[in-house]
């Protein structure tokens, strides 16, 4: 093969990973296990198989006499060997073969080989690998295939034994003054069935529990780690170099529904924050988080709205240190990494998500993400990550530590001034890169993009000038501020 058609080739030639497998073929023959990648594709995210290149990413092409049969028998070994027809798109450029796999609809999921039964035929994606599944996550896939773990009932439980009728009535009368009494004539147990809190033959379910449940009586009845846990750490990790027995400075869990869990988690999560504090123009002194509370309160909503509660073995955790929050939630995001902002909305628990957004908790239009960040940028602070696992996902949101450990001990010197972050990020800048910085540059690198923010701007670098802090050179445009000698180092 030709360097030219290799360049050609190149974009299918990424490294193995969650959504690319590489395959070589023998002799025309498809790889003796090439099924378990296709069931472990159509399980997860989708993927793509090249065939005719090496794990390593090394082309070997096809043979051109053999690239109709490999076709034929990928499109084959889709339609029959699968409980469910797996429906390939498969392209042919040059000597290599790309068979993309879509994720299978949640209905019908596990997709196994028929051969070889649902115990040992059924598959799922983690990293570059294909793994056997667990009897865990075939369970969470029978759970998802009859509706979802929301509609899992208890009938061995009394409702009103389960239920907190004031949160009931709350809910009710909430609904009602937004959408022209809508249950005005309906009794509270139809408006339960109608919300699936309750099914046709009156047992609670688990909707039900999440959002009226009393007290700890939803641990009681699905398990002890449907709620939150919240640690914190002193330092930037779990362990400290200097003191490993030290674990954390705090540790608590939050029971109960979905609305005290999370209010209770919320509150418990500021209060472990520093505050930060600024002078505005007018002369009022300012107080704020370190991250904005409209980011912290999305990615906590997130994850009680978009948590997978047909599995048990964790919680959601939220793990506080000295430079982030990172929040993890059972349940990898239904919607690739890359896709959070632009794909629709898409929820493994919809009767909840609406719960949350009639009280003011989530949206439906899929901009929570996006929301996120939007304020941190606006905060000047560094982007949140988010990442997937198999069983997953976790949001990164970092506060004004996430600058060096050595900017950290030199930005204390300046403690006593009261300097808000956007003048904390510029004097960083300034002691790291040198050459001065003028008002459009401060604008950059704080993500200052809003109308009124160039005065904004020169308020903050003013009020640096007249601390002593930085020192003035040039007139109107040509103005640059340098960091006064004596905090230069």
């Known amino acids: 093969m030709t360097r030219p ?10 490294p193995e990973d969650s ?30 198989i090249v065939l005719g290149a ?7 092409g096809l043979a051109v006499d053999h690239i109709d049969k490999i076709e034929q028998d990928i499109l084959s070994l889709c339609q029959s060997a699968f409980n469910y027809p797996v429906l390939p798109d498969i392209q042919v450029v040059g000597s290599i073969v790309v068979v993309t796999i879509p994720p299978a609809p949640a209905a019908v999921r596990p997709i196994y ?15 570059s690998s294909s793994i056997l599944m667990s009897d865990e996550v075939r369970n969470q896939f029978a759970v998802a295939a009859r509706g979802g773990a ?24 909430l609904v009602n003054s937004v959408r022209n009494d809508i249950y005005k004539n309906s009794t509270t147990d139809e408006v339960l069935v109608k919300l699936r809190a309750l099914s046709k033959t009156h047992s609670v379910t688990l909707f039900g529990l999440l959002a009226f449940g009393k007290a700890d009586i939803l641990q009681d009845v699905s398990a002890p780690t449907t709620n939150i846990a919240v640690t914190h750490y002193p330092g930037d990790s779990k362990v400290l170099s200097d003191d490993p027995q030290k674990t954390h400075l705090d540790n608590r869990e939050f029971n109960g529904n979905v609305i005290a869990q999370f209010s209770e988690a919320f509150n418990f ?5 520093p505050i930060s504090g600024s002078v505005d123009p007018s002369g009022q002194r300012r107080d704020y988080l370190v991250i904005p509370e409209v980011a912290l309160r999305e990615a906590l909503a997130n ?8 599995t048990y073995s964790s919680r959601i955790q939220v793990d506080i240190y000295s430079d982030r929050i990172e929040i993890i939630n059972p349940g990898a995001s239904l919607v690739p990494i890359e896709e959070l902002e632009s794909a629709p909305s898409v929820s493994r628990n919809p009767l909840l998500m609406s719960f949350l ?3 003011g908790y989530t949206e439906q239009r899929a901009r929570g993400i996006k929301t996120i960040r939007q304020s941190l940028r606006a905060a000047g602070l560094h982007e949140p990550e988010f990442t997937n696992s198999s069983t997953s996902f976790r949001a990164v949101l970092y506060s004004s530590a996430f600058i060096s450990s050595g900017d950290q001990v030199w930005l204390k010197r300046f403690k006593q001034f009261q300097l808000n972050e956007h003048q904390l990020t510029a004097l960083t800048h300034l002691r790291n890169a040198g050459g001065g910085i003028n008002n459009s540059e401060y604008r950059d690198i704080n993500n200052m993009n809003s109308v009124g923010d160039d005065r904004r701007a020169a308020y903050d670098l003013m009020a640096l000038k007249k601390k002593g802090l930085v020192i003035a050179s040039g007139q109107n445009r040509h103005r640059r501020y340098f960091i006064h000698n004596s905090y230069a180092d």
């Open 113 to 127: 080989s028929i051969k070889r039964g649902i115990t040992v035929g059924s598959y799922i994606r983690i990293g």
């Open 269 to 273: 999560i500021k209060s472990k924050l």
């Open 5 to 14: 058609q290799q360049s050609q080739l190149f974009p299918h030639l990424e």
């Open 150 to 173: 929301e509609l899992i009932e208890y009938p061995e439980y009394s409702y009103q034994d389960c239920l907190d009728t004031d949160l009931v009535m709350t809910y009710i009368n």
């Open 357 to 359: 957004k009639d009280y």
């Open 19 to 48: 959504r690319t497998e590489l395959k070589t073929c023998s002799n025309g023959n498809l790889p003796d296990d090439i099924w378990k990648t296709i069931s472990a594709f159509a399980n997860t995210e989708g993927g793509r």
């Open 303 to 310: 994850a009680i709205a978009h948590r997978d509660y047909s």
């Open 54 to 60: 090496k794990p390593d990413g090394e082309l070997t």
